[in-house]
């Protein structure tokens, strides 16, 4: 325990992000990471990772799309079957849902299986899972931006599956002073905190992790065929921080 208050330099002062020069946690005495800043733990525990993009919907399209045709098209192929019968067995066995608003303080492995259980019940299906799985792997695969990591890959494919859930609504009528009504809603998403996203991951991860990796080269193979390379793959292309590097010194 000596390491966490001495003050011998075996930390960076500065964030080791590139662009980023705040003093990284450990020379702002906060905490504990010797290598970044406040901001930049706190975006990798959000995001799986201190400096890549989120994964937008509108970039995993054509991959999803790909994906789903692929698990459509081999729905008997034993290791998919298999796979997706896991997925349902994890739809099905997350139990009834609890209201938004009461799981709160509960521990994060609740809210995960919460999270799962609200995606069953808004009809989500295994084949989904799977295909946001494989989806979400071959984008980052593609993309020269992206961070080539697990972490990254798997809170990424957690928020995509939690985007698909559709949160607690109430609708009702409130009354006015003269006497009518008017329609009222109020719309709870539950918040998807990094610790949660990481053990949805985590499951996912364990159940699909065979189809995709098997699966991963024929699925990016086939998007580009049917949809084009992806634009970091594309002659020209530079990366992000080198168009960052230049928007700054123009
Ligand atoms: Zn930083």
């Given at each position: 325990m000596a390491r966490i208050t001495s003050d011998a330099e075996d930390h960076f002062a500065k964030c080791t992000?590139?662009?980023?020069?705040?003093?990284?946690?450990?020379?702002?005495?906060?905490?504990?990471?010797?290598?970044?800043?406040?901001?930049?733990?706190?975006?990798?525990?959000?995001?799986?990772?201190?400096?890549?993009?989120?994964?937008?919907?509108?970039?995993?399209?054509?991959?999803?799309?790909?994906?789903?045709?692929?698990?459509?098209?081999?729905r008997e192929e034993p290791f998919i079957a298999h796979t997706l019968l896991c997925l349902g067995g994890l739809l099905w066995g997350a139990g009834p849902?609890?209201?938004?608003?009461?799981?709160k303080r509960r521990s994060a492995s609740y809210r995960a299986r919460m999270a799962f259980a609200r995606l069953r019940d808004a009809d989500v299906k295994p084949?989904?899972?799977?295909?946001?799985?494989?989806?979400?792997?071959?984008?980052i695969a593609d993309?020269?931006?992206?961070?080539?990591?697990?972490?990254?890959?798997?809170?990424?494919?957690?928020?995509?599956?939690?985007?698909?859930?559709s949160g607690t609504h109430w609708r009702w009528d409130a009354p006015l002073p003269n006497g009518d009504t008017v329609p009222a809603a109020l719309h709870?998403?539950?918040?998807?905190?990094?610790?949660?996203?990481?053990l949805m991951g985590e499951e996912l991860e364990a159940i699909?992790?065979?189809?995709t990796g098997r699966d991963l080269e024929a699925v990016r193979q086939?998007?580009?065929?049917?949809?084009?390379?992806?634009?970091?793959?594309?002659?020209?292309?530079?990366?992000?921080w080198q168009r960052e590097r230049d928007a700054r010194s123009a």
């Open positions: 992000i590139p662009g980023c020069g705040r003093p990284t946690r450990r020379a702002a005495k906060l905490g504990l990471s010797a290598t970044m800043c406040t901001y930049h733990v706190q975006r990798a525990a959000r995001f799986g990772s201190p400096w890549a993009e989120t994964v937008r919907a509108t970039d995993l399209k054509p991959y999803l799309a790909t994906a789903t045709r692929w698990i459509a098209d081999r849902t609890e209201s938004s608003t009461n799981i084949e989904r899972l799977l295909a946001l799985h494989l989806a979400t792997a071959a984008l993309d020269r931006d992206s961070h080539q990591v697990r972490e990254f890959r798997i809170v990424q494919t957690a928020k995509a599956a939690h985007r698909l859930s709870v998403y539950p918040k998807s905190s990094g610790r949660v996203l990481r699909c992790g065979t189809v086939l998007k580009r065929e049917k949809h084009g390379p992806h634009p970091s793959q594309l002659p020209g292309w530079r990366p992000r």
